[in-house]
């Protein structure tokens, strides 16, 4: 795996037993649904490519408290999460510590 460049990443980690992948967007751009658009077609990407070269990991998107505000607790994030199309971490970027896991 390749990290992406700037203050997005791609991690290898473990939560408690279960490794995991962690890919971190910071949602930057003019419009929260191109960057939604964006960072749904990595993870699918990155998804696919760990269900063939490590499919003992599970994909995260990490994404701060403002995004998981802004795009996972309105209808269309709450329809991605319900349906399992993404599993995200969110973080508090100026404490750097992990907020919440979703689902859950």
């Known amino acids: 795996m390749f990290a992406d460049l700037g203050a997005e990443t791609l991690f290898s980690a473990e939560k408690e037993q279960t490794k995991i992948v962690v890919e971190i967007k ?3 751009g003019v419009s929260v ?3 939604l658009e964006q960072a749904l077609g990595q993870y699918t990407l990155y998804q696919r490519i ?3 070269k490590e499919p003992e990991r599970i994909l995260y998107l990490a994404v701060t408290t403002r995004v998981a505000r802004e795009v996972f607790e309105v ?3 709450q329809l ?3 349906t399992g199309s993404v599993r995200i971490l969110v973080f508090d970027a ?4 992990i907020i919440q896991w979703l689902p859950n």
């Open 50 to 52: 760990l269900e063939v």
């Open 75 to 77: 209808e269309l994030g």
């Open 26 to 28: 910071s949602f930057t």
């Open 80 to 82: 991605l999460l319900d």
């Open 33 to 35: 649904i191109k960057d």
């Open 94 to 97: 100026e404490q750097e510590v």
